[in-house]
């Protein structure tokens, strides 16, 4: 397919998916409408199977995804997190609990022992599903990828697949659970505020924003790109020294962390370069790739596995949050809610955060209030399951697809 054609029509389903996105509130994702788009594209021929190939945005994403890791860590606040480390527990329960809840669904469905097909190629098993679920459902973009990088590598096209699916899907979950369970903390915290047991934050003035220390002629977007490239050479070089035992995302995402916590690399180190935006649309587009060889029957066979992790997953999420937020003293809707940013991460946790206090508030000062107390732990929440601990457990776990 022509190369510029086809980059038209991946912009063109982007847009339409961010589109409809914004019309129905988040309610359908643009990750969701953009996956049907393209399934209902690839199955009945009218997309080219080398459409995502052609765009050269797969290319791209197989660079630049390291890149974003690196920009992910730079995101992280240290003193956040010493602050919410309540908080951190129950997001890392909570992908303990999918975990636990997926792997014992596995046992359950799995079927008989690992076996090939007449070709000498793997036949995929329950515990293969279970793996990728864990991924999909407990983190975002970078544990869709670990996972997929892992089935593809033993031929596991459709167990590939099935992370794109979830991820499709878990925001219609995710969402909808997420604004009801907050808007009832919401209210609680309402009264809380009128009967003065807690108060609105002291906002501070904001000063310029850290440009961190390095010289000025790295802070341009080639001299960032060059720098923050430097870090995932570094890390590319551990995972390699270390034979896979220190991945290179994870490495990537240590080193943005301390990187942003010494000063030598600003906040959001990529935020603000040209390039970008088109970075994170490629590798948005690099998850969509097994989507274009997957056939009608592959996706029948997925239904079954599909209702099962999301049954048990949420099960595990609901479960996991709930205890382990009423041991440090959380309340329930806040507990599940800070579980369910599993499901979608940022932004999503600062959008809906934001809502529910503007919902409950009838004063600027209890919006204000309420949102002093829900949004650090949702914002800190998304962080501990989607980017942090998800990225860590997928990366050990995915070794055990296809064996």
């Not at 293969?128 to 031929?155: M, R």
């Amino acid at each position: 397919m022509n190369a510029v054609l086809a980059f038209v029509v991946v912009m063109l389903v982007w847009t339409v998916s961010d589109w409809v996105a914004k019309k129905t509130k988040s309610l359908l994702s643009s990750l969701f409408v953009a996956s049907i788009i393209f399934l209902i594209g690839f199955m009945t021929g009218v997309f080219p199977e080398d459409l995502l190939q052609a765009s050269s945005l797969l290319g791209l994403a197989g660079v630049v995804v390291g890149f974003i890791i690196v920009h992910l860590g730079t995101m992280i606040s240290l003193d956040d997190f010493k602050k919410q480390w309540k908080t951190l527990l129950i997001g890392i329960a909570t992908v303990v609990g999918i975990g636990v809840l997926l792997l014992a669904a596995a046992a359950i469905f799995g079927g008989g022992p690992r076996s090939v097909n007449d070709y000498g190629d793997l036949i995929s098993v329950g515990r293969d599903y279970a793996i990728a679920g864990i991924g999909a459902l407990s983190g975002g973009t970078i544990s869709v990828l670990i996972v997929q990088e892992a089935a593809l590598g033993v031929g596991l096209t459709t167990v590939a697949a099935f992370p794109v699916l979830i991820a499709a899907l878990q925001g219609l979950f995710g969402f909808p659970l997420t604004s009801l369970l907050l808007r009832r903390e919401a209210s609680r915290l309402k009264d809380e505020f009128r009967a003065g047991r807690i108060e609105a934050p002291v906002v501070a003035e904001v000063g310029a924003a850290s440009e961190g220390l390095l010289p000025s002629f790295l802070r341009t977007t080639p001299g960032t790109l060059f720098s923050v490239g430097v870090v995932v050479l570094v890390s590319i070089g551990i995972n390699n020294l270390t034979n896979g035992a220190l991945n290179t995302f994870v490495v990537a995402l240590i080193l943005g962390i301390v990187l942003r916590t010494t000063g030598v690399f600003k906040p959001s180190v990529l935020t603000g370069i040209d390039s970008f935006g088109l970075m994170m649309l490629a590798i948005m587009i690099m998850v969509f790739g097994p989507l274009a060889t997957l056939k009608p029957a592959d996706l029948a066979n997925l239904a079954g596995p599909l209702a099962i992790a999301f049954v048990f997953g949420l099960i595990g999420i609901a479960v996991f949050s709930l205890v382990v937020g009423k041991l440090l003293g959380y309340s329930i809707p806040m507990s599940i809610a800070i579980g369910l940013t599993s499901l979608y991460g940022f932004p999503g946790t600062m959008i809906l955060s934001q809502e529910a206090a503007k919902a409950a508030g009838e004063t600027p000062e209890e919006v204000a209030a309420i949102e002093g107390e829900i949004l650090p732990k949702m914002i800190v929440a998304g962080f501990s399951t989607v980017t942090i601990t998800s990225v860590v457990v997928t990366s050990i776990i995915a070794a055990g697809i296809g064996r």
